[in-house]
């Protein structure tokens, strides 16, 4: 797994709250998305989102990483920058 990748692949479901509008902005199938966010859980040892038929929500745990996930995020835009 490439964990900055799924960071990318996270921060996209959360802010789109979808995991097909995440892969039509990514340039991705649904299953990439669904395995990077997969991956990352995994990875992690815990749950980032609730997921059913029709929704998904950010658990306690997916919401803390996500506002870490951002941070570190921009600040790895900002170097590309300089």
Known sequence: ???L???KV???VVELNSFSAAGRELGISNAAISK???DLEAHLGAQLLTRTTRRISVTEVGDAY???CVGIL???EEADLM
């Open 1 to 3: 797994m490439n964990q």
């Open 74 to 76: 921009q600040h790895l």
């Open 36 to 38: 990077n966010v997969s």
């Open 10 to 12: 996270f921060r996209k």
């Open 66 to 68: 996500y506002k870490r």
């Open 5 to 7: 990748n799924a960071m």
